[in-house]
């Protein structure tokens, strides 16, 4: 391989906050083992992707990158390409890469904490390597992160999924989920406080159904304890699932200060019929039951929720009910999507009956009725005082950019002569109201 110099790696993501924070694990131990980051794709002897496959555009860009790295490689042989993540679980894909001819490391979304040997393995023998094995147990304890945020640190508290909704390749990309321990992630909470974070966020595919395998705590009684970690000033958790998520998380947002107020709660749709075919496991009706409880909440807990426009089968009216839910919640935020069939689920086999232009018109109706929610829901802000977080200073506008409790984005001015630094807590007081942002000045 190349000379005595340590070498260099530069890592690429794709798809979730789980992958972002795989990456920033991938950077600390790879660092631990030497190896030096670069920004700089053409001094790096190391390439790593970290993938996701949630929807076929996130494969196709992924798959375009492969292409110009093929390159690369005809030009400098000895750079070491390892792919990971969601898309080296999908068989079809591995076997592309295998024989890909420019890819010598794939590692699975299990294995991860594993790249620093896979990497020695390769250098020793000069064979690929392949390491995907799902049976994989994630390390129960916390990894050491490079962590990309300065101001908010993510925590990992469970792996995989188990809820095997009909449209979902998660169950099949990151296994079977499997709960760290309470003690390891309040461990993990305090180091992190120690080193100067005052917000976390708690991770998982699907964090409601974490089960403490110390058998101490329920996610609740888990969230309250980050919560009340010395130092810690904001705790977000992402993400829940409607049908494991529980009055007790309403209540421990309402007696912990800390707690943010802001649920994030997919649903996917409006329709009982769509959810059943999904495999949710809820009705609307039970939906609409969590959501009463997040309303009823004595503190302003915003709602944000993810939705699936052109399911197989969905018709005219299921989206109408969708529509129905969405004037009836009225959400905060949404994020929106068209139905993407994704290999060897269940969903893949059903009939992908709405076409790509009746999904890019329903999602263009969904996402046009969330613009006026949120206008609604932002305008109610105006007048108020909120303590934001800052995030960053937008120079070429003057203003201070940081985020409310309710996960709010809000930009201000500030008279103080000195600019509050990342990671600060201000008073503002809104004075203007945008669909997606909140404008204002520090008191
Ligand atoms: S809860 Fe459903 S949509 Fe979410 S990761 Fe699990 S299987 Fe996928």
């Not at 009956?353 to 829901?377: F, G, M, P, T």
Request: one cysteine or more; hydrophobic letters at 35%; a neutral charge.
């Amino acid at each position: 391989m190349q000379d005595k110099r340590p070498m260099k790696f530069i890592t690429f993501t794709w798809g979730c906050q789980m992958n972002d924070h795989d990456s920033e694990v991938i950077r600390a131990l790879l660092e631990q083992r030497g190896l030096v980051w670069t920004e700089d794709i053409e001094e790096a002897d190391v390439i790593v992707l970290n993938t996701c496959s949630v929807r076929k555009s996130a494969e196709q860009k992924v798959m375009s990158f492969l292409g110009k790295l093929k390159h690369l490689k005809e030009s400098r042989p000895d750079v070491v390409v390892a792919v990971g993540g969601c898309m080296t679980q999908n068989q079809e894909i591995s076997d592309q890469l295998r024989k890909s001819g420019h890819v010598n490391i794939i590692f699975g979304a299990r294995s991860f904490h594993r790249l620093p040997s896979l990497i020695s393995s390769y250098e020793r023998t000069g064979n690929q390597v392949v390491e995907t094995d799902l049976e994989e147990q994630p390390p129960s304890g916390a990894l050491p992160a490079h962590r990309d945020s300065r101001i908010k640190a993510y925590v990992t508290i469970m792996y995989g999924c188990d809820n095997f909704c009909s449209y979902c390749v998660v169950p099949y990309a990151r296994g079977r989920e499997r709960s760290r321990g309470s003690a390891s992630v309040l461990a993990e909470a305090r180091r992190i406080a120690d080193l100067g974070y005052t917000e976390i966020q708690l991770l998982g595919q699907n964090v409601n159904s974490y089960r403490d395998p110390e058998g101490k705590r329920s996610f609740a009684e888990l969230l309250a304890a980050v919560g009340e970690v010395a130092g810690i000033r904001r705790v977000r958790f992402m993400t829940s699932h409607p049908r494991d998520f529980t009055r007790e998380i309403v209540q421990a947002i309402d007696a912990v200060p800390t707690l943010c107020d802001h649920v994030h709660l997919p649903v996917q749709s409006g329709s009982s019929r769509i959810l059943q075919l999904m495999n949710r496991g809820y009705t609307r009706e039970d939906y609409l039951e969590r959501v009463s409880w997040i309303k009823a909440a004595r503190r302003p807990i915003a709602l944000s929720t993810d939705i699936i426009v052109g399911f197989p089968g969905e018709t005219p009216s299921d989206f109408n009910a969708t529509m129905e839910l969405l004037a009836q919640v009225e959400y905060d935020s949404l994020f929106g999507y068209k139905y993407s069939s994704r290999p060897d689920t269940p969903a893949s086999t059903m009939a992908d009956s709405v076409s790509e232009s009746e999904k890019a018109a329903r999602l263009q109706v969904l996402l046009d009725r969330q613009r006026e929610s949120q206008r609604i829901s932002y305008s109610k802000q105006l007048g108020q005082i909120l303590e934001v977080m800052v995030e960053g200073v937008n120079p070429a506008r003057e203003q201070i950019i940081g985020r409310s409790s309710q996960n709010k984005p809000v930009n201000f001015t500030c008279a103080q002569p000195i600019t509050p630094a990342p990671g600060s807590y201000l008073q503002v007081k809104i004075t203007a109201t945008h669909p997606n942002s909140l404008a204002g000045e520090a008191v």
